[in-house]
């Protein structure tokens, strides 16, 4: 028995946890969830009622400049887990099982563990088919599991680029036998990026109980993620279209990410202007 008492959240707000999300999802509340690095923005996205966090492989483009995701090791999202779990009290926190870490089932295990042991309450993976047997082992040995369907940036290559995912009829079907195998195996969550609004529409309605998070899947989800400095206009370039700036009129970044939280909350993000390309 562990001796260790966690930290209560600040300002009265509740942990959120797997039943809360469960909870919001069925009763049709969206959720908000973010990519978080680092310790201050983690209390920053904890106080404005961000209610997942996500340590995601991301952090390998927007923090150490990569082309891509594929060079992010287990020890970088172990080191962003532990930075962004020091400062967070209530969100539900999510990290990325990495590209080449979870090749094997013990290899998952032990990545999984790893990060579970660094403050994670959830690890999330990419791809489906061979995907849902890991996920069936790794829920069994009481490890939460986000799937990730649709453009999935560890497949990139393999995927021929960043393009959007399931357009044609026999895609379309994959990913929603894939859906399903992974809902089957234990997956209580799972991102969809990058697919057409109506392929993310008949997913929910063919999974009803699944928590779905959009991004770049339109407005038929249970709630949306965005990378943070995608929303805070900090990645530079032009930014993908399924991508808001709430930082132009918002001021300051408090401000900025209440507005993300309430615009997901009420239903107004993603707006049309946002979904389908």
């Given amino acids: 028995m562990s001796s260790h008492v966690a930290p209560a959240p600040a300002g009265g707000r509740k942990a959120v946890t797997l039943r809360t999300l469960r909870d919001m999802h069925a009763r049709g509340e969206r959720i908000a969830m973010l990519t978080c690095y680092d310790s201050t923005f983690a209390q920053l996205l904890d106080d404005a009622g961000v209610d997942a966090l996500l340590v995601g492989d991301s952090l390998g483009m927007v923090l150490q400049g990569r082309a891509s995701t594929l060079p992010v090791k287990l020890e970088d999202i172990v080191y962003h887990t532990r930075c962004v779990a020091a400062r967070n009290r209530a969100a539900w926190l999510v990290a990325d099982l990495p590209f080449g870490s979870y090749q094997t089932l013990d290899q998952a295990l032990g990545s999984a563990s790893t990060l579970m042991r660094a403050g994670a309450q959830m690890v999330k993976l990419e791809g489906g088919g061979w995907t849902a047997d890991f996920v069936h082992k790794l829920v069994e040995r009481g490890i939460p599991v986000c799937a990730h369907l649709g453009l999935t940036p560890q497949s990139v290559h393999a995927l021929g680029g960043y393009r959007v995912q399931g357009r044609e009829a026999a895609a379309a079907e994959t990913l929603l036998r894939h859906a399903a195998e992974l809902h089957e195996a234990g997956a209580s969550m799972m991102v969809l990026?990058?697919?057409?609004?109506?392929?993310?529409?008949?997913?929910?309605?063919?999974?009803?109980?699944?928590?779905?998070?959009?991004?770049?899947?339109?407005?038929?989800?249970?709630?949306?993620?965005?990378?943070?400095?995608?929303?805070?206009?900090?990645?530079?370039?032009?930014?993908?279209?399924?991508?808001?700036?709430?930082m132009q009129g918002s001021g300051d970044v408090r401000t900025a990410i209440r507005s993300y939280v309430g615009e997901v909350r009420e239903a107004k993000f993603p707006a049309p202007v946002h979904c389908d390309y």
């Avoid at 899947?217 to 929303?231: C, F, N, W």
């Fill in 193 to 246: 990026e990058l697919i057409p609004s109506a392929l993310a529409e008949r997913l929910r309605a063919r999974l009803p109980e699944l928590i779905t998070i959009g991004i770049g899947a339109g407005p038929h989800t249970s709630g949306q993620v965005l990378v943070l400095h995608d929303m805070l206009g900090l990645a530079g370039g032009k930014p993908p279209r399924f991508v808001k700036d709430y």
